[in-house]
T-cell receptor
């Protein structure tokens, strides 16, 4: 059963530190999404890629967040410097194309102290 | 952009009863509508989806209906069981062009009481 793999599963760090979250999409999927989930805001789309090219990162705070896909098997989301308000669960999802299901990873639970 | 409204935000039913969750969307270009179930501390998992060329789809105790004219779609769960308790999210997505986004509703917390 193919799955999206995210690391780390949990991360606790102090504010000001750099945080890097990684995602391995399902093999063959060419669209990768980063979401942030909080109780207040629900599921928010931060950025997404198709064929490794960024298509939309309008949901991402540009001054501190960056998303990249160095290759087809790895997507990264970085926060530098981190702030307490960044505490959330960050999900990566991958899919094949439009009008196709997105499959979510298990998420990274991030706590910024 | 697309806006998806989901109701109710919480729903409590007795085991064996039916549960219905409703969503409306704003963008007439949307034509793909998945539903996700998220258990506490877990990832959202796709449970059923529907495309605009059909009005209803069933999978065992779960069904989804779509009314494109009214721009709303609904999830129906029959013979609910305690393991159906979770947060359910609807979503909408267009096809065509370069937009691959899913826009999610805010979620419905379903509690099935034994």
């Amino acid at each position: 059963d193919a799955r999206v793999t995210q690391t780390p599963r949990h991360k606790v760090t102090e504010m000001g530190q750099e945080v890097t979250m990684r995602c391995q999409p399902i093999l063959g999927h060419n669209t990768v999404f980063w979401y942030r989930q909080t109780m207040m805001q629900g599921l928010e789309l931060l950025a997404y890629f198709r064929n490794r090219a960024p298509l939309d990162d309008s949901g991402m705070p540009k001054d501190r967040f960056s998303a990249e896909m160095p290759d087809a098997t790895l997507a990264t989301l970085k926060i530098q410097p981190s702030e307490p308000r960044d505490s959330a669960v960050y999900f990566c999802a991958s899919g094949l194309s439009q009008a196709q299901p997105q499959h979510f990873g298990d998420g990274t639970r991030l706590s910024i102290l | 952009g697309e806006n998806v409204e989901q109701h109710p935000s919480t729903l409590s039913v007795q085991e064996g009863d039916s549960a219905v969750i409703k969503c409306t969307y704003s963008d007439s270009a949307s034509n793909y509508f998945p539903w996700y179930k998220q258990e506490l501390g877990k990832r959202p998992q796709l449970i059923i989806d529907i495309r605009s060329n059909v009005g209803e789809k069933k999978d065992q105790r779960i069904a989804v209906t779509l009314n494109k004219t009214a721009k709303h779609f609904s999830l129906h769960i029959t013979e609910t069981q305690p393991e159906d308790s979770a947060v359910y999210f609807c979503a909408a997505s267009p096809s065509g062009g370069s937009n691959y986004k899913l826009t999610f509703g805010k979620g419905t917390l379903l509690t099935v009481n034994p």
